[in-house]
């Protein structure tokens, strides 16, 4: 299993960004996805999952009407459409899939390296 983020950079105040996450090495349309993040000096937190089917989402109450979470099953892509943008949305955004466990308060079993995303003026 191989996740790459990218789409990561310096954006000012109110600003958008979109995350992609390229999947390669499993059956990309039969695992859920998944957004985290991790700021300076915080620990990991859960930001958006996406069935493998597509049809479910769900996000944490800090982005929600913020941020879309998306996939191309054709392309084997997950996005991350990020609106609004704050300064405390600063942080390293990880991409991560798992094939059985879906929800808010779960480890995915594979991730990705990251990307980072900082929200300054």
């Known amino acids: 299993v191989q996740l790459v983020e990218s789409g990561g950079g310096l954006v000012q105040p109110g600003g958008s960004l979109r995350l992609s996450c390229a999947a390669s090495g499993f059956t990309f349309n039969t695992y859920h996805m998944y957004w985290f993040r991790q700021g300076p000096g915080k620990e990991r937190e859960f930001v958006a999952v996406?069935?493998?089917?597509?049809?479910?989402?769900h996000y944490t109450d800090s982005v929600k009407g913020r941020f879309t979470i998306s996939r191309d099953d054709a392309k084997n892509k997950l996005y991350l459409q990020m609106n609004s943008l704050k300064p405390e949305d600063t942080a390293a955004y990880f991409c991560a899939t798992d094939p059985v466990t879906y929800g808010i308060n779960v480890q995915p079993r594979y991730w990705g390296q990251g990307t980072q995303v900082t929200v300054s003026s």
């Open positions: 996406i069935s493998w089917s597509g049809t479910r989402t």
